[in-house]
């Protein structure tokens, strides 16, 4: 771990003196002006990078959310993403703010993120609502037998947001992910990376589908947005 | 709606008291009653070596709870309300076996009586690594089942 992490760290350096990302890709002017890709990655063999990959952002985002995070970024993830060098410290090395854009770059880049994909076109995923008593079993899924709060953060009875820190946070969830995405990281988080830090499940369809729906089920107040 | 609706959704929404979810700024709970786990045969010392390996598993999915060198502090604990087992504290650890600590980590805290807040590993890891794990732990405590 620590010679990767040098290795980022001399990477990004070294990508910031030449001025931007180099690689051989097909992203479009705009990603390599704002230097994007010191941080992520869009395409799968690039090395490692310390922030969210983005090759398969079509599949992930709700277009919606996109566009206004590029504009108005907010926290997802309070303690750092899991590739930060001082993640497990606490002290992780980007901090916010990220990077914002103009509300006509963000669409142009929005565009250009929503067409990044991996995953085929499935027909999209049917789940309807959760009844109350649906909820309140998932709920004990998601909090009790499969620890899911203790590293992401939920909402409590009080709608405060509650949990753990190490993984994103869902009280956005809801406007951020697409179900279809949620569903596919959660029957299989490999098909996106190799290796994470959440444990691996073996979920039946059943309850892929209720956690898919539990975690589609929170969303940050107007107000707030 | 009836009132058996009711009352099962308030017997439920007890149970979820105890998940890993209770709210900070209450009092925790008493820990789930002991589950009496059958006399094991403790697998010969060291039979799972601790390699670099071991090491680097605790370090990426073990640290984000228990905290790079084990003493529980990791970046989750502040918002755990039950907080990550302490792996230096021998005065705890003794009084557990390795096959507790194996199962604990395999099936998760509900497993052994313990909280939920420690997820289930046996998807995740296999079973000797699981094991070099627990001998892991034991070289943090420098201590062994008594």
């Not at chain 2, 045969?41 to 799972?48: D, I, K, L, M, V």
């Not at chain 2, 699981?130 to 034991?138: A, G």
């Amino acid at each position: 771990m620590p010679i990767l992490n040098k290795l980022f760290i001399a990477g990004i350096f070294l990508l910031a003196v030449e001025g931007g990302y180099t690689g051989a890709d097909a992203s479009p002017e705009l990603v390599k002006n704002k230097q994007c890709g010191m941080c992520h990655r869009f395409t799968p063999d690039e090395a490692d990078k310390p922030a969210p990959d983005l090759f398969y952002a079509g599949d992930k985002f709700q277009k919606d959310w996109l566009e206004n995070f590029l504009q108005h970024p907010e926290v997802i993830r309070p303690a750092g993403h899991t590739r930060d060098p001082g993640f497990l410290r606490g002290q992780p090395e980007f901090s916010p703010p990220h990077p914002a854009l103009k509300t006509k770059e963000a669409k142009e880049m929005t565009d250009y993120l929503i067409s990044l994909k991996i995953l085929n076109d499935g027909p999209p995923l049917e789940l309807g609502d959760l009844s109350k008593g649906a909820r309140v079993r998932v709920k004990i899924l998601f909090e009790r037998d499969y620890s899911c709060i203790a590293c992401h953060q939920s909402y409590n009875l009080a709608r405060q947001p509650r949990g753990g820190v190490s993984g994103p946070s869902f009280i956005n969830a809801g406007r951020r992910l697409r179900p279809e995405w949620v569903y596919q990281w959660l029957k299989n988080p490999k098909q996106f990376t190799d290796r994470g830090r959440m444990p691996l499940y073996a979920f039946d369809e059943e309850t892929l589908r209720k956690l898919t729906q539990y975690i589609m089920s929170h969303q940050k107040d107007d107000s707030a947005q | 709606m009836n009132r058996a609706y009711w009352l099962i959704t308030g017997i439920l929404l007890m149970t979820i008291l105890n998940g890993c979810g209770q709210e900070p700024e209450k009092e925790p709970p008493a820990p789930p009653p002991e589950v009496s786990v059958p006399p094991v045969q403790t697998p010969a010392p060291r039979a799972h070596p601790v390699t670099q390996e071991t090491r680097d598993t605790y370090q990426f999915y073990c640290a984000q709870c228990h905290g790079t060198e084990g003493h529980g502090n990791g970046i989750n604990a502040p918002h755990l309300t039950v907080p990550p087992r302490d792996h230096t504290k021998a005065d705890y650890l003794e009084t557990r076996t390795d096959e507790q600590l194996f199962t604990a980590i395999q099936q998760g805290g509900l497993s052994v009586g313990r909280a939920p807040c420690m997820p289930s590993w046996g998807a995740t890891l296999n079973e000797n690594t699981i094991h070099s794990l627990v001998s892991y732990i034991r070289e943090l405590c420098q201590c062994e089942a008594l």
